[in-house]
């Protein structure tokens, strides 16, 4: 299996979003700009496995690994971590 290097991760983009929490429908444009994520594998000390996380808009390079399309970023292009149910 691959293991990134120090400082950084391997992330699943999340399912785009179609439609807001109130009901607007978004337009296509919009759909494809998923800036949230989990992580896979993490070569990072602060950042396990399953960790929801929000990532900088252009950041990362899409790789495949076992067949899964993933991305591999920078740890300092991760915003913020999800800290919640």
């Known amino acids: 299996?691959?293991?990134?290097k120090n400082g950084t991760v391997f992330v699943r983009k999340a399912a785009p979003k179609?439609?807001?929490e109130g009901g607007i429908i978004l337009?296509?444009?919009q759909i494809g700009?998923?800036?949230e994520g989990e992580i896979v594998v993490?070569?990072?000390l602060l950042h396990d496995?399953?960790?929801r996380v929000l990532f900088s808009k252009f950041?990362?390079?899409e790789v495949t690994v076992n067949g899964e399309s993933l991305l591999i970023i920078m740890a300092d292009d991760i915003l913020a971590t999800w800290q919640g149910e």
């Open 59 to 61: 950041s990362g390079s």
């Open 1 to 4: 299996m691959w293991q990134p």
């Open 18 to 20: 179609t439609e807001t």
């Open 42 to 44: 993490s070569g990072h």
């Open 27 to 29: 337009p296509t444009e």
């Open 49 to 51: 496995p399953g960790d």
């Open 33 to 35: 700009l998923t800036l």
